[in-house]
Structure formats: C-alpha cells, structure tokens
C-alpha cells in the first residue's frame, strides 16, 4: 500500500481562494459572512460559519511530493517477527511521523507528535512498544488512553495485528461493556492496558486497575480528550503512575492548556511535527445550497443513488437528527447505519462494521462519535448540518482522501 503524503506544513485551508460550487450553489459564498444562520428556533444560536472562509475547492495537486522517508522499517532494530508482521499488514515505508519520532521512542525518549488522524500516529508509538515489550517481566507495563471508544478499538486492533506470534496480550477497558469482563481481563495481568479516560479511572478506584509497574504511557488524541472534558481523569490517571516513565503525547493542535499539561507530565521531550495539510489537500470540496431542510433531504437523495457517491460519511448536528436521517434514507431505500451517543458500544460497533465492510454504502454521524475513526476509502463527506467550528469542518472532511486517495466533501447550507 502506497502511503502518500504531502510534506509541506501549515494549517489547513486558511486564506485560500474560494472556489465556487459544482452544484447549485448560486452567487458564491463569498458575500455570506457574518450573521448566524437562520433558524434560531431551537436551542443557542450558532457561530454562522461562513463558506468563504473554508472551501477550498481543491483540484488534484500535480505538484504533490511523496514524503521521502529518510529510515527503511528494516533500518529499526525490531525482531524478525516484528518486520513481519509490518509487512503483512502491507506498510512499505514509514510515513513521516513513523519516520521521525520512531527512533526517539527506541531511545526511550518522551516524544510530543503533532500529528492528525491518517497519518500513521498509531503505528509510531505501536511498533516501539511491541518491541520494548519482549524484555519486559512485570505486567501490565503500557497504558494507552484515547478519548473514544472507537479509537481505543482501532488501537487495539492494530496492536493485536502487529503483536501476532508474539504472546503479547493487550486489554481494551472503555465504557458501554460490561465492566466484570474487564475486570476479570485486567487480573490476567496484560502487557498493554488501551483505554478512555473515565472507565480507567472507574477501574483505578477500584483498586483493579493497577498502575505501578508502568513503563510507558500513551496519550492519543490529547487535544480531543480535552475537548471531551477528561482533563480531571487523566490528571487522576497520571499521578498514580511512576514518574520514572516515558510518555508519548500525540495531538493535533497545541493549546495552553495542552501545553500545561505537557509541562506536567513530560520530561525534555522531542517534538516531530507532521501536521500538514494532507487531508484538505486532497478533497474536493462544494457547498451545495437548498432553499430548506426538506430540499437538503432531496439532494441528499438524488446524490446518494448516484453511483460515485460508494461510501458516504454523512454529518449532522444532533443524536436525534443522525438517526432520523438515517431512518429516513432506510425508508427510501438507501441501506444506511447511524453512530451518535444514544447507542450502546455494540450498537456502534455494529454499525461502523457494517459500514467498513460496506454493506451500507452510507454512515450518518455526530461529530463526537465519529472522532478519530479510520474508516478506509471513503468516498465522500457530507456536512448535513454545517459544523460548529472550521476545526470540526477540517476533523469532518479529513475522514475522506486519506493516504494520499481523493476525496470529496459537500457542506449543505440553507439558504436564508
Ligand atoms: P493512523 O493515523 O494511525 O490512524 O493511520 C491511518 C491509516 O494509515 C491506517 O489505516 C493505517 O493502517 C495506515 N498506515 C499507517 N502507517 C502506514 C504505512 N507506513 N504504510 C501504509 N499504511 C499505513
């Protein structure tokens, strides 16, 4: 698998040009600014976010330059097994964050990556710690916490890929499952305790969770687990691990209080920086505007029974509203699954499967439940509801054109 991605930094999609729009979208967006979207009916009125300010309407880039690894995974001192298991999984070079932040992690060193979703951040902390692991007696030694349920999943699947054949266990403790198995899992002493922060905490109070014997600590997607509130948690976390540690910090933006905490819990740590414009680089964006929310159902339609539109990521504002749409587009025909904080774990399981194996062409979401998720190959994005802040438009529209493919992202707009 080719992994591509675009060298050149700097924050997604600001000052660009604005592009106009494929399809109804009359007059550009440029003279909509300001003002709050109309409406106003139910709940705080929102920022009105302008389009101007963040469509890009994005052409291929002829002048995009691979990155150019500067190690080999066999240049990293892994096991035999190790590189084997790398290679099955079909990685051929280390992208940019595996390739910069790898070899301090294997000099123990603590390592902030700045780093999106998509860009290889899961291997780069995941291939040192296997490999530390061999030597390692006293147990549960690795604690990982990421803020959803879904991302602790994701991790712990790759871990259980790159561990084959090597006897390492690893434990996923999150909320929504039962918390007896995880207990009687913890007890069984794994190498590597994958997490969120609450259910952790859950587990530390009672006395189950132990964390003395740790070595290494990950925090994935620290600036989201802020955003979520689990700031108080992980504080909580952290101080009942030893200091003699090394911890590895991932997140895509840096904020005050990011950077507190940083100061807290790191020690003289490496920062390697890939956070580039890869995602939005690579989508073709529009907004499409409908005269109300009945049209934006008929768009939605007329769009989705086309056949480019394969897999669809679909965003709406509330639990509610995911799930009527997808109600609704089941209703018409339009096999779709729904993931949003009025599910159980299972239940999002279920759907984000059936979604990944694509036997639903479509995925209605809210932002909170779709965050971090790796969902391969989507083929595009769809803003139902315009997101709260330009952060969530880029998070949204990362979800499509990843690992250098095309992607394309629609915002739907209500004319006012
Ligand atoms: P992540 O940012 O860790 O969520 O990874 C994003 C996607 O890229 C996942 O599907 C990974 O399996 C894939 N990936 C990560 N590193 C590589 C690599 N070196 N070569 C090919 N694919 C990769």
Do not use: W
């Amino acid at each position: 698998m080719a992994f591509q991605q675009n060298s050149r930094g700097g924050r997604p999609n600001q000052g660009r040009p604005q592009g106009g729009a494929s399809r109804g979208f009359s007059g550009g967006g440029g003279g909509r600014s300001g003002g709050r979207r109309g409406g106003g009916s139910r709940g705080p009125a929102k920022k009105y976010i302008n389009p101007a300010k963040f469509i890009n309407k994005a052409i291929a880039k002829a002048d995009e330059i691979p990155y150019a690894a500067t190690h080999k995974f066999a240049d990293f001192p892994f096991g035999a097994q190790l590189h084997h298991n790398i290679e099955s999984k079909g990685y051929e070079t280390p992208s940019a964050i595996q390739d910069q932040a790898i070899p301090h992690i294997i000099d123990g060193k603590d390592v902030i990556g700045l780093a999106n979703t998509g860009t290889g951040k899961t291997a780069a902390f995941l291939l040192p710690i296997i490999e530390r692991q061999s030597g390692i007696t006293l147990r549960p030694s690795v604690l990982i916490m990421a803020p959803t349920r879904e991302l602790a999943q994701q991790i712990d699947e790759e871990f259980r890929v790159f561990s084959r054949g090597l006897d390492l266990y690893s434990t996923l403790v999150v909320g929504g499952v039962n918390i007896d198995r995880q207990i009687r899992d913890l007890k069984r002493r794994p190498h590597v305790i994958i997490g969120t922060p609450g259910r952790l905490k859950d587990l530390m109070q009672r006395g189950v969770l132990q964390l003395k014997n740790m070595t290494t600590l990950v925090l994935d997607e620290a600036d989201r687990m802020l955003d979520m509130g689990f700031l108080p948690d992980i504080r909580q976390i952290i101080n009942e691990m030893p200091r003699e540690r090394q911890t590895l910090f991932f997140s895509a933006t840096i904020t005050p209080e990011i950077s507190a905490l940083v100061n807290d819990f790191l020690h003289d740590p490496i920062t390697v920086s890939v956070r580039t414009s890869e995602t939005s680089e690579h989508v073709e964006q529009d907004v499409i505007e409908a005269r109300d929310k009945q049209h934006k159902i008929e768009l939605l339609e007329d769009m989705l029974k086309t056949a480019a539109y394969d897999k669809v990521l679909i965003f709406g504002e509330t639990k509610f509203g995911v799930q009527r749409l997808s109600d609704h587009l089941d209703n018409v025909g339009i096999p779709s699954a729904a993931i949003h904080g009025n599910k159980n774990q299972s239940q999002r399981q279920r759907a984000l499967k059936q979604f990944k194996d694509n036997r639903v062409k479509v995925l209605v979401a809210t932002d909170v439940a779709a965050r971090g998720l790796d969902i391969p190959n989507v083929s595009h994005v769809i803003n139902f509801d315009t997101p709260q802040t330009y952060e969530d438009y880029t998070h949204r529209i990362g979800r499509t054109g990843r690992g250098g493919a095309r992607g394309h992202a629609h915002t739907f707009i209500e004319r006012r």
